[in-house]
């Protein structure tokens, strides 16, 4: 089915990822050709899960990637700049491409969407596009998203995890988030007890990618430490 820019069997093209090394599509990834034997994983996100300013081996996908790679192939179908608009229709167009059974979502912030025009772009915060949304209005478009990723996961059968890069919206119960941490905060580490082996030195010095604008390679680490420690039992 092909509907306007939505397809279930075309994964919309990535023209935002310059000087990376990515497949014929613009993805951090290998090419869609799918062979049989294992379950596809799907990484959706905006350019902190692209890796944007990170080697190969150091943004987080790279070291989620890492687990149970006997039974699971993961796809970084991640897009810098991403809103969680484009995060719905990228999945969607995984659906007879990939046949995704576990999607993993690390959500932008609310403020961005997507603005489907002769070319899709995307809208940030501050665009004078969406100089009449709210908190309240950011919030509703992120649930509508989580909805139909939800739902995708229903119809299609799959495992749905869900992460967040900078912060972490009001979510609704019995959905499996990692709501305690994000990349943005995962770093430095701050125990919240205060007994024997807790974590209290002092840490100053930003961990910043090699771009000079993103999180770093302890940020990186550290994130997919937390998330693996939280789902790795059902990554299978």
């Given at each position: 089915?092909?509907?306007?820019?939505?397809?279930?069997?075309?994964?919309?093209?990535?023209?935002?990822?310059?000087?990376?090394?990515?497949?014929?599509?613009?993805?951090?990834?290998?090419?869609?050709?799918?062979?049989?034997?294992k379950?596809?994983?799907?990484?959706?996100?905006?350019?902190?899960?692209?890796?944007?300013g990170?080697?190969?081996?150091?943004?987080?996908?790279?070291?989620?990637?890492?687990?149970?790679?006997?039974?699971?192939?993961?796809?970084?179908?991640?897009?810098?700049?991403?809103?969680?608009?484009?995060?719905?229709?990228?999945?969607?167009?995984t659906?007879k491409?990939?046949?995704?059974?576990?999607?993993?979502?690390?959500?932008?912030?609310?403020?961005?969407?997507?603005?489907?025009d002769?070319?899709?772009?995307?809208?940030?915060?501050?665009d004078?596009?969406?100089?009449?949304?709210?908190?309240?209005?950011?919030?509703q478009?992120?649930?509508?998203?989580?909805?139909?990723?939800?739902?995708?996961?229903?119809?299609?059968q799959?495992?749905?995890?869900?992460?967040f890069?900078?912060?972490?919206?009001?979510?609704?119960?019995?959905?499996?988030?990692?709501?305690?941490?994000?990349?943005?905060s995962?770093?430095?580490?701050?125990?919240?007890h205060?007994?024997?082996?807790?974590?209290?030195?002092?840490?100053?010095d930003?961990?910043?990618?090699?771009?000079?604008?993103?999180?770093?390679?302890?940020?990186?680490?550290?994130?997919?430490?937390?998330?693996?420690?939280?789902?790795?039992?059902?990554l299978?």
């Amino acid at each position: 089915m092909d509907i306007g820019h939505f397809s279930d069997k075309g994964i919309p093209v990535n023209n935002y990822a310059e000087g990376m090394k990515v497949n014929s599509l613009g993805y951090r990834c290998s090419e869609f050709n799918v062979p049989d034997g294992k379950k596809n994983v799907v990484i959706l996100g905006c350019s902190h899960t692209f890796g944007v300013g990170h080697a190969e081996e150091t943004y987080w996908v790279a070291h989620l990637s890492k687990h149970n790679t006997k039974l699971l192939r993961y796809w970084n179908l991640a897009s810098p700049g991403c809103s969680a608009d484009r995060m719905v229709r990228i999945l969607y167009g995984t659906e007879k491409v990939l046949f995704p059974k576990i999607i993993i979502c690390c959500w932008p912030i609310t403020s961005r969407r997507e603005h489907l025009d002769k070319i899709p772009i995307h809208l940030f915060g501050r665009d004078k596009y969406l100089k009449f949304e709210t908190d309240s209005t950011d919030h509703q478009n992120f649930l509508k998203n989580l909805f139909f990723v939800q739902k995708f996961a229903e119809y299609n059968q799959a495992k749905v995890f869900h992460c967040f890069a900078e912060e972490i919206p009001s979510l609704p119960a019995n959905i499996n988030a990692m709501d305690y941490a994000t990349l943005k905060s995962c770093w430095p580490p701050w125990d919240q007890h205060l007994g024997e082996g807790s974590r209290r030195e002092r840490i100053t010095d930003p961990n910043i990618a090699q771009d000079g604008v993103h999180y770093g390679e302890k940020h990186h680490l550290a994130f997919a430490e937390l998330f693996l420690s939280k789902f790795s039992s059902k990554l299978k």
